[in-house]
């Protein structure tokens, strides 16, 4: 490792510096994780943790993950398994149809508000398809609509890429 960061200039020191504070946060979500199981089933934290791994080994590169707020406390397991399937499918998508070299992934749990999934890739961007959206994008809009959310697909940063943003109320009492 010291080799690798001698090896490296100073704004690749910065970036090096900024992943390993992201590594950092990720093992601690992964033991947080550990710690919090759901009557034997797997936390929401270490599903999302599995289904980026899952896309990583299709990808050829790990996507860069962000999870915030109560993931395995505050949100209601029904909302939590909707919210996996769309997290599924939206990497899905990138894996099929991207060709994006860098894949960002947050999920945020926002108490008493909102939790927000959100896919940002770097790839092709979206483009007009020849016939109507497929059923992955009909099932992710049908289960934000079922739970009183919304989903967005609009270009990435800088018009680079594509960003699928679901976001459902926490307290929605249409949760099924």
């Known amino acids: 490792m010291i080799q690798r960061l001698f090896a490296t200039s100073r704004s690749g020191i910065a970036q ?3 992943d390993l504070d992201e590594t950092i946060h990720q ?3 992964a033991i947080f994780a550990m710690r919090s199981p759901r009557g034997g089933r797997r936390a929401p934290r270490e599903q999302v943790l599995s289904l980026a791994a899952e896309a990583g080994a299709s990808l050829g590169f790990e996507p860069h993950l962000h999870l915030d707020g109560p993931i395995d406390q505050g949100v209601p397991e029904q909302v939590g398994a909707h919210m996996l399937a769309v997290l599924r499918e939206a990497l899905s998508n ?3 149809h991207a060709r994006a070299t860098t894949v960002e992934v947050t999920v945020r749990a926002i108490t008493g508000a909102d939790l ?5 890739d770097d790839g092709v961007g979206v483009v007009a398809p020849a016939r109507p959206a497929g059923r992955g994008m009909e099932n992710m809009t049908r289960r934000a609509q079922a ?3 919304e989903i967005r697909v609009e270009p990435g940063p800088a018009g680079k890429g594509t960003t699928v943003t679901w976001r459902v109320p926490l307290e929605s009492p249409a949760a099924p």
């Not at 927000?116 to 940002?120: A, G, R």
């Open 16 to 18: 090096a510096v900024a």
């Open 27 to 29: 093992i601690g979500s």
């Open 94 to 96: 990138v894996v099929r």
């Open 116 to 120: 927000v999934v959100s896919v940002t």
């Open 147 to 149: 739970l009183g959310g």
